[in-house]
């Protein structure tokens, strides 16, 4: 509530000559006692003070880049939806009062305003405009900076403001927080200049902004009551206990199995289980999912359990997690090892042969013929190519062709792995080795790998500490696990893969030579997608008619000038890229042709370039005229999309004429 708030206020001579005065004896003077201003200002005044503000700057200090907002606009379009109709079905009363509404991010970036036009044009010179961040930190003590620190409704009126420049006006902010979590959505901003404000104007705009608040509020309450509703009784349909944790890691709920059982029931902290606290930092701060890691509850009675962590997001914040307990009943040999944590797959059989190589340029088709003959002898290869250009392919299909097809084949990201974990994981542990050591030691992946292939990714990336037990592992072909003595005798292929150009490494002192020598015995170049761009056709095709189905497509039919845009397009990210944009285009499409417009805009910013001009008319002309969908088309946030009709002055009369 904002009990200050009233008319009489805003509009009181006496009360805003009292507050400057205040304001001028603290600057002077440089604190405050007394009890004629409320103390939430003060601590603002603090702080603004503590962060270097100037009482006399101009202007708001942070404006975020075009591309930011674009990108802030797009994720919270769910607020601006829901926020901006009511807000525009005030644009009579915020003409006559001469006051302005504008949303604010969780951030305090300004993301949308509505209102008098002078007071707008006002507002922008002080930066308070779309893509200006309202906070103490960059405008001084101020109402949405308060809302954002708070998360309950503030005020701040004339003098109150800890800028100078800002003392003509009156702002109050209202925060949007999400159910159950309390997490902070967004921020919604009244302010005005006037202070001769009828009123009547006055009492209705501050009540409309209130009640739009609530409105917005409630709208994802419903949401998350909605959605809640159905989780919760799915939840209490599984056997297995859960915990649901907040971004801040403390347990909000628990579902009936977990209430139930005389050891989770007692959990009231994930400090005290210290593994699987650093288990759910780890998913809330990265935002992947961990799956079946063996942890003990309860130290005494040594009660394990399986637990696979789910992070939960709404507009790409992560909000919290949710945790599965199920009892350990696993054979601890079968068990993977830390899937999550450390990017690593152990297989005796493998997903990808020479068969799904696709591509017939000279290019590839030579790299091919090389990468068969070497499944017919045993020494390392060594795997170098762009990110994205199929090396993990190469690797399995080599395994797959070689002699040692019918043993394991285990893969590992050298530049994922923690550098503290990256020994014990590569060479293995005894027990006792380290603190958190498993008490019958653990094999490493070289051991794993017996009698088949080891996959060491993105070896540009191993420290250096670490390159020379690989090389002494290669030249004697023995390992010895951490903490331990025995040395263990390897029958293993190495294949070792990097995006790096290890050479210029060696000369900047990242990697060792002998070790690159060791490695480099059968080099295969993978090319880059834009080295073969005969083969995109092929590719692209191949991508449709493996993925059209989940988008309920069949039968795609692919326009001349669309491949003309796709073969021409440089990917950057290979392989992996054109997947992903042909996944894209597919949720785009409408019908069964795949036209320019439903790629990503990216791919039509090449020598080909289509005017954008024309994109945003083809759109509106396809969509009949509608913003919204035509913006969908487009795969642009609504605002970018008038934004863009307002820069190239187009109307109606643009796309009516020809739909």
């Not at 060491?456 to 592992?473: A, K, N, S, T, Y």
């Amino acid at each position: 509530m904002i009990p200050t708030l009233t008319n009489d206020k805003v509009g009181s001579m006496e009360f805003n000559l009292s507050i400057n005065k205040i304001w001028k004896q603290y600057l002077e003077m440089g604190q405050y006692t007394g009890e004629e201003i409320r103390m939430d200002i003060i601590n603002s005044w603090e702080n603004s003070k503590k962060l270097g503000i100037s009482p006399f700057q101009k202007k708001i200090n942070e404006i975020i880049t075009q591309t930011d907002l674009e990108n802030r606009l797009e994720k919270n379009k769910e607020l601006i939806t829901v926020a901006t109709p009511q807000i525009k079905n005030l644009s009579g009363i915020l003409d006559e009062s001469r006051t302005m509404f504008s949303i604010a991010d969780n951030h305090g970036t300004v993301l949308y305003s509505e209102g008098e036009k002078n007071i707008l044009k006002k507002a922008e010179k002080i930066n308070i405009l779309t893509g200006g961040t309202w906070t103490e930190k960059s405008a001084g003590t101020n109402a949405v900076g308060l809302a954002l620190k708070t998360k309950q409704s503030s005020q701040v009126l004339f003098s109150e403001h800890y800028c100078e420049k800002n003392h003509e006006w009156f702002c109050a902010a209202f925060p949007i927080l999400y159910p159950f979590t309390n997490d902070l959505l967004g921020v919604i901003n009244i302010a005005g200049c006037n202070k001769q404000l009828n009123q009547q104007n006055i009492k209705f705009i501050f009540s409309e902004a209130n009640q739009i608040s609530k409105s917005i509020n409630q709208y994802f309450f419903k949401y998350a009551l909605r959605n809640h509703l159905f989780l919760n009784t799915a939840l209490e349909g599984v056997e297995d206990a859960v915990f649901i944790v907040d971004g801040g890691k403390s347990i909000v709920e628990k579902n009936a199995a977990a209430k139930s059982h005389s050891l989770l029931n007692e959990v009231k902290t994930l400090n005290s289980i210290p593994k699987l606290n650093s288990f759910v930092e780890f998913v809330l701060h990265n935002g992947q999912q961990i799956l079946r890691e063996e942890v003990s509850v309860n130290h005494k009675n040594k009660q394990k359990f399986i637990c696979s962590i789910y992070p939960v997001t709404f507009q790409d914040e992560i909000f919290g997690a949710v945790i599965f307990f199920r009892k350990n009943t696993e054979n601890p040999i079968s068990k993977p090892q830390k899937p999550n944590l450390i990017p690593s797959r152990i297989s005796r059989s493998t997903r990808y042969s020479f068969d799904d190589m696709i591509g017939s340029s000279k290019e590839f088709t030579d790299i091919v013929k090389k990468a068969r003959k070497a499944t017919m002898i045993d020494s390392t290869v060594f795997l170098s190519g762009e990110t994205g250009t199929g090396k993990e392919l190469f690797a399995q299909s080599i395994h797959q062709a070689s002699k040692r097809t019918d043993k394991p084949f285990v893969a590992i990201n050298c530049g994922a792995v923690p550098h503290g974990l990256l020994e014990s994981e590569l060479f293995g542990y005894e027990s006792g080795a380290f603190t958190g050591a498993k008490s019958k030691g653990s094999p490493g992946k070289f051991e794993l790998a017996q009698g088949g292939t080891i996959f060491l990714d993105e070896i540009g990336d191993m420290p250096l500490d670490l390159q020379v037990h690989l090389l002494r592992l290669l030249e004697e072909r023995v390992v010895t696990r951490l903490g331990g003595d025995k040395p263990i005798p390897l029958d293993v292929r190495v294949i070792a893969a990097t995006h790096k150009n290890l050479k210029e490494a060696v000369q900047k002192g990242e990697f060792r030579e002998d070790l690159l020598y060791r490695l480099n015995v059968i080099s295969l170049r993978i090319p880059a997608l834009r080295e073969r761009s005969g083969d995109i056709p092929a590719l692209v095709h191949h991508f449709l008619k493996k993925m059209s189905g989940e988008f309920g497509k069949r039968d795609i039919v692919v326009q001349a000038d669309t491949m003309h845009y796709l073969t021409h397009y440089h990917w950057p990210g290979n392989i992996r890229e054109l997947k992903n944009v042909i996944q894209q285009s597919l949720f785009n499409m409408e019908g069964n042709s795949l036209l320019p417009f439903y790629l990503p805009p990216e791919l039509l910013e090449g020598p080909v370039k289509l005017d954008e001009k024309e994109r945003l008319i083809e759109a509106m002309i396809k969509e009949d005229g509608n913003v919204t969908s035509a913006a969908k088309v487009l795969d642009i946030s609504r605002a970018t999309m008038y934004r863009k009709i307002k820069q190239y002055q187009l109307t109606a009369e643009d796309w009516k004429a020809k739909i």
